[in-house]
């Protein structure tokens, strides 16, 4: 059912929003990443279970998390901050999870968004590899 929705995308060919395809695989590399980084990777999952939200975490007795993120009619970019807040949210500590408090150190937070970044430079090469060849055809 995937395959046959289209995705949409702006003027210059790059996804306006993530396929399922996509969102697992941003959250292979943010999970990787989070990993190498000494961070807790929780599960992701698309769409949250509670109809309506934007995104969602569930926390279980051993410490691990499953974060849900809506991709659908949502920006690229948005969902991608949704998965690292849910990383930042997953390594909160509990006594500080209620105050809101907790943020990833700078070095931490970059890494996440480097992994991001390779994940979209290669969604953008991939589009304008498929943009040229398609007007390759066309000459």
């Not at 150190?105 to 937070?109: A, G, I, M, V």
């Given at each position: 059912m995937e395959q046959s929705r289209q995705q949409s995308s702006n003027?210059?060919?790059?996804?306006t929003?993530?396929?399922s395809?996509?969102?697992a695989q941003i959250a292979r590399d943010l999970t990787e990443a989070a990993r190498q980084n000494g961070l807790v990777a929780p599960t992701f999952r698309s769409p949250p279970r509670t109809a309506g939200l934007r995104r969602s975490i569930n926390?279980?007795?051993d410490g691990s998390a499953t974060v849900s993120v809506a991709r659908r009619g949502r920006p690229v970019m948005a969902v991608i901050a949704d998965m690292i807040d849910g990383i930042?949210?997953?390594n909160a500590p509990a006594h500080r999870q209620s105050a809101g408090k907790y943020h990833l150190?700078?070095?931490?937070?970059d890494c996440l968004w480097s992994a991001a970044a390779s994940f979209l430079a290669f969604s953008w090469e991939s589009a304008e590899s498929v943009r040229n060849?398609?007007?390759?055809?066309a000459a």
């Open positions: 003027p210059q060919g790059f996804p929003e993530l396929t395809v996509q969102f926390r279980r007795s930042q949210a997953a150190n700078k070095e931490l937070y060849s398609g007007s390759q055809l």
